[in-house]
T-cell receptor, first 111, second 113 residues
Framework: DAKTTQPNSMESNEEEPVHLPCNHSTISGTDYIHWYRQLPSQGPEYVIHGLTSNVNNRMASLAIAEDRKSSTLILHRATLRDAAVYYCILPGSGNTGKLIFGQGTTLQVKP | EAQVTQNPRYLITVTGKKLTVTCSQNMNHEYMSWYRQDPGLGLRQIYYSMNVEVTDKGDVPEGYKVSRKEKRNFPLILESPSPNQTSLYFC????????????FGDGTRLSIL
């Protein structure tokens, strides 16, 4: 299974943009890059996913490097409710639907 | 409201006493799976199901059973729980397992004494 590498923690000020990086140098050509977040005492929540080009939805944007070995999750205006652990995830091998969760990045948002 | 519902949310029990954690989704999803989350180990997949009557092992299936008799339900069964199964459990579902957003329940915290 391919692995991802993220910083353990990051801080942001409220209402400022946040860029959460992820390295995935062993990604295969057909792997989508997924991002989930986990708020305290809740289950993981889907944020966004993409294959090659940049992706936008109501929650965030995903910028994928041209070589696909890294990506960045962008929260355009962080709020206190965005404080969570953010996971950059590649699917497990074998088409099982398994998501490989690493340790993620703990995002702190300061008022 | 689209959701994945797990019950119970919390359970303290003793070694060897069979228990079932239920999982139900109301989104007509074909794919369902179970994860456990442990400090320092992240989330690990226990079992998954691509559709009704189709189940398969994930990375840590020992000590667990599942069944998928109807599309909406995917119970996790611990026939003889042991203390090393003390963990936080999450059920997830999606339209299809591969490259589809997955919806997670709020978790079940099990303590096996």
């Amino acid at each position: 299974d391919a692995k991802t590498t993220q910083p353990n923690s990051m801080e942001s000020n409220e209402e400022e943009p946040v860029h959460l990086p992820c390295n995935h140098s062993t990604i295969s050509g057909t792997d989508y890059i997924h991002w989930y977040r986990q708020l305290p005492s809740q289950g993981p929540e889907y944020v966004i996913h993409g294959l090659t080009s940049n992706v936008n939805n109501r929650m965030a944007s995903l910028a994928i490097a041209e070589d696909r070995k890294s990506s960045t999750l962008i929260l355009h205006r962080a709020t206190l409710r965005d404080a969570a652990v953010y996971y950059c995830i590649l699917p497990g091998s074998g088409n099982t639907g398994k998501l490989i969760f690493g340790q993620g990045t703990t995002l702190q948002v300061k008022p | 409201e689209a959701q994945v519902t797990q019950n119970p949310r919390y359970l303290i029990t003793v070694t060897g006493k069979k228990l079932t954690v239920t999982c139900s989704q109301n989104m007509n999803h074909e794919y369902m799976s179970w994860y456990r989350q442990d400090p320092g180990l992240g989330l690990r997949q226990i079992y998954y199901s691509m559709n009704v009557e189709v189940t398969d092992k994930g990375d840590v299936p020992e000590g667990y059973k599942v069944s998928r008799k109807e599309k909406r339900n995917f119970p996790l069964i611990l026939e003889s729980p042991s203390p090393n199964q003390t963990s936080l459990y999450f059920c997830a579902s999606s339209f299809a397992g591969f490259n589809q957003p997955q919806h997670f329940g709020d978790g079940t915290r099990l303590s096996i004494l």
